[in-house]
């Protein structure tokens, strides 16, 4: 896992360009150890991820479909991981949530699903069949909501996104996205 470890502390020091770049790389290098990779190096998997906001998302998915895919996949089960050893995350699981997000500037979808009974938080690229939400906007909100240089609530009253689906459950995911944030400082 060091070679992993030195990739991605290499990714953090990299231009904007070498980072878009270097991912497909990263990615494969740690496939299928995502979880250990971010067991053993928690801050860092946050750093990489909220690396992301300097990258124009749009035109990164569509120059690189299937590493924007892997990546979402080291996203979630990176956050899946952080869920697991954050109490204040877990705290706000108090209801299952399924959701949908959907990119209106490039063709990037994914789907996050939230376990009140089990206190997990899962998802991927690709959509779920029935979601209780829909979110829908550019690529950059869609990536701020996550890492937190969105907020819910005010992006959603600034319409830097819609939401189809009860009001009510998108204040229920909001504080679990806003404890999850501060993972990708």
């Known amino acids: 896992m060091t070679e992993a470890t030195t990739y991605a502390e290499d990714l953090l020091d990299a231009s904007t360009d ?25 801050e860092l998997f946050g750093d990489v991820v909220g690396r992301m906001e300097e990258i124009d998302i749009a035109a ?8 924007a895919d892997g990546f979402q996949d080291f ?9 697991e050893n954050d109490e204040n995350v877990r705290d706000q699981i108090t209801q299952d949530i399924t959701v949908n997000f959907e990119a209106d500037d490039c063709a990037m979808e ?16 690709g959509t779920l ?10 690529a950059d909100n869609l990536v701020g909501l996550i890492t ?11 319409q ?6 009860p009001v ?6 909001a504080p679990i996205m806003g404890a999850l944030s501060e993972h990708y400082e």
Not at 60 to 67: C, H, L, M
Not at 168 to 173: F, I, P, Y
């Open 18 to 42: 070498e980072l878009a770049d270097e991912l497909s790389g990263f990615l494969a290098d740690i496939d299928g150890e995502t979880e250990a990779f971010v067991r053993a190096n928690p």
């Open 110 to 125: 994914g789907h996050l699903e939230v376990d009140a009974e089990s206190e997990t938080l899962t998802g991927g690229a």
């Open 75 to 83: 996203l979630w089960t990176g956050t899946q991981v952080l869920v």
């Open 168 to 173: 009510q459950v998108g204040t229920q995911l």
């Open 160 to 165: 830097q996104y819609e939401l189809d689906g």
């Open 129 to 138: 069949e029935d979601p209780i939400l829909e979110i829908e906007g550019p």
């Open 60 to 67: 990164f998915v569509d120059a690189n479909p299937e590493t």
């Open 148 to 158: 937190g240089t969105i907020d819910p609530v005010q992006g959603f009253m600034s």
